[in-house]
């Protein structure tokens, strides 16, 4: 088997330089993170310029976080199936085509049509990763994979400001065709650079597994991201976990019973990959935590006791530091998974999230305080974002690298969007009224800081857990 991978990565490499590959991949997953963070600038605006109330125009940012968290393992599933270029293609096709949509749209109703295909982009990262695993030598694997995991925080740190300063200065419909024109960039690049796939696992698609992964997270995804806004204990938000929770338990027995599964759960709950996937949570809970406190600490008048005056622009480039450290600090993550393992730089990622929470819990009324947490952040997630696939890419088959990756980072997203929910949650009820308006209290950041330092930590005591050889009942990558 080894002798036949190693064959199969000279076939996909012989023709273009590895380089251009990683460049080409880090590209779109760039463009795939942009989208989350691409009308974050407008979110105060959405109801008056879609004319809808502002429950309604709160979902053009929860269908992509749902999408986004659904589509994913389905996506990696069918890569390992069909070619991962071929569905990275796809995906690039999808975001282009919702951003017309969007970017034509005069009604929110188009809106959220557009920005739900743009959330299934999500899943060219860990699809490009495991394109990765197929091209590359062992050597130069840690490396690549640490500069593409790294764009998963990076594209959205780094285009919030973007998108704020065009939505400062343009109409709003020119974010999407933006987004459009990065998207078709995106095709050209990947037809043009990246191989196609020889390695692939046969079978067919598991329909009834896809829909009933989807259900059941729907179900719980609605309740993390909207039972501030119904009520924990409503009707709908408890017809929606508890069906959530059914639907997934009755999804678990059919996968492991099914002859060509959506994902080989047996796999799945090997300790490696089970304790990593439920640190992922704690990871996109930490990430997405400073993307919704910190804007508003630090653009909130500074007469409200809880702000520090800075205009959009100039705060979207305070919470950019962190993906800036991302991207320069990934080729050292390389360096450093290749030396201490995945494993040791998983739990000083942690350790670093954990550090940069308690840091802005004890000093948090200047600038440069939020500037330095970012940084730590920034060194955090790079971190962890490049141990999590190398350690589920030990510990897993070649042919299942693309749905693994893809489970892995579906626990991300239920991080992220549970991040939104709750920290939304939690400045909305902790405001008071200045001049008719809102203000979330002093208290309100602090208490959205011990949720991030807990989370942190949780992450923390679980990268412990992790074997510190895992055990491959399956050929998988060396080391």
């Given at each position: 088997?080894?002798?036949?991978?190693?064959?199969?990565?000279?076939?996909?490499?012989?023709?273009?330089?590895?380089g251009a590959i990683v460049a080409a991949l880090a590209y779109v997953g760039l463009c795939s993170a942009f989208m989350f963070t691409l009308v974050v600038p407008l979110q105060a605006e959405l109801p008056v310029l879609l004319d809808a109330t502002r429950e309604d125009t709160s979902w053009v940012v929860t269908i992509t976080l749902l999408v986004a968290a659904i589509a994913t393992p389905i996506s990696g599933r069918l890569g390992d199936m069909y070619g991962k270029r071929r569905v990275v293609v796809a995906l690039l096709?999808?975001?282009?085509?919702?951003?017309?949509?969007?970017?034509?749209?005069?009604?929110?109703?188009?809106?959220?049509i557009g920005r739900a295909l743009q959330g299934a982009t999500t899943g060219v990262v860990p699809l490009g990763i495991a394109i990765l695993r197929d091209v590359l030598a062992p050597a130069r694997l840690g490396t690549a994979v640490a500069l593409i995991s790294a764009t998963m925080g990076v594209g959205g740190a780094v285009g919030m400001p973007v998108a704020a300063l065009v939505a400062e200065y343009a109409d709003w419909h020119s974010l999407f065709w933006l987004s459009a024109g990065l998207g078709v960039i995106g095709v050209a690049v990947v037809l043009l650079i990246v191989p196609d796939d020889v390695l692939r696992s046969p079978g067919r698609l598991d329909v009834i597994g896809a829909l009933g992964l989807a259900v059941g997270l729907t179900g719980l995804l609605l309740y993390v991201s909207r039972g501030a806004e119904w009520g924990w204990a409503a009707p709908v938000s408890l017809a929606c976990v508890i069906g959530g929770i059914l639907v997934l338990l009755l999804w678990g027995w059919y996968q492991l019973r099914a002859t060509n599964p959506l994902l080989d759960l047996r796999v799945a709950a090997r300790p490696a990959v089970l304790f990593t996937n439920i640190a992922a949570i704690g990871m996109g809970f930490a990430l997405f935590s400073s993307n919704v406190t910190f804007p508003q600490l630090l653009e909130l008048p500074v007469e409200t006791g809880s702000g520090l005056g800075l205009d959009m622009f100039s705060a979207a480039l305070v919470v950019a530091t962190s993906g800036v450290m991302m991207m320069v600090i990934s080729p050292l993550s390389g360096w450093l998974e290749r030396v201490v393992g995945a494993r040791l730089l998983f739990t000083v990622g942690t350790a670093a999230i954990v550090l940069a929470y308690v840091f802005v819990l004890l000093w948090s009324t200047e600038v440069w305080h939020l500037l330095v947490c970012n940084i730590l952040i920034g060194i955090g997630i790079g971190f962890t974002f490049a141990a999590m696939p190398m350690?589920?890419?030990?510990s897993v088959p070649a042919d299942e690298t693309g749905a693994s990756n893809g489970l892995n980072a579906l626990f991300r997203s239920v991080g992220t969007s549970a991040a939104s929910a709750v920290m939304g949650g939690v400045l909305a009820a902790m405001s008071?009224?200045?001049?008719?308006?809102?203000?979330?209290?002093?208290?309100a950041f602090e208490v959205c800081f011990w949720l991030a330092i807990v989370a942190g930590v949780i992450g923390f005591v679980l990268t412990l857990l992790i074997p510190k050889r895992p055990i491959e009942q399956h050929p998988a990558l060396p080391g």
């Open positions: 088997m080894g002798g036949r991978d190693d064959r199969a990565r000279r076939r996909l490499s012989r023709t273009t330089p590895p096709a999808l975001l282009v085509i919702g951003s017309v949509i969007a970017a034509l749209s005069p009604s929110i109703a188009g809106v959220i350690i589920i890419m030990r008071i009224q200045v001049d008719g308006r809102a203000i979330p209290t002093r208290e």
